[in-house]
Nanobody
Framework: QVQLVESGGGLVQAGGSLRLSCTASGLTVRDYGMAWFRQAPGKEREGVSCISWSGGNIYYADSVKGRFTISRDNARNTMYLQMNSLKPEDTAMYYC?????????????????????WGQGTQVTVSS
């Protein structure tokens, strides 16, 4: 059974940092394109960042570029999102997802049909 479990969310003041983790079981992250998404109340889910299965391609949404860093630890079968200089507009539920041998072709906007597996999400709240 495949599971993706996010952790590391929480409440932080503007300007602070958080590191999200996405730990996989039942699949090997090095065989998947892995991505982070977020969804704020009343808004559509949006892509935040993606790392291709080969690790050769990394992408960020313009709104987080320069502040967020995606990474993957194959030995721990875990993906991370380091979030610095957080802003209130970063407040959302954050999800990780996996796409079999994905090259991050469909990560920016929905419907995100390419993604085979999703986690349950972790809440990030940034106070002003």
């Amino acid at each position: 059974q495949v599971q993706l479990v996010e952790s590391g969310g929480g409440l932080v003041q503007a300007g602070g940092s958080l590191r999200l983790s996405c730990t996989a079981s039942g699949l090997t992250v090095r065989d998947y394109g892995m991505a982070w998404f977020r969804q704020a109340p009343g808004k559509e889910r949006e892509g935040v960042s993606c790392i291709s299965w080969s690790g050769g391609n990394i992408y960020y949404a313009d709104s987080v570029k320069g502040r967020f860093t995606i990474s993957r630890d194959n030995a721990r079968n875990t993906m991370y999102l380091q979030m610095n200089s957080l802003k209130p507009e970063d407040t959302a539920m954050y999800y990780c997802a996996a796409e079999w041998v994905g090259e991050c072709t469909g990560w920016r906007r929905g419907p995100f049909d390419d993604y085979n597996y999703w986690g349950q999400g972790t809440q990030v709240t940034v106070s002003s």
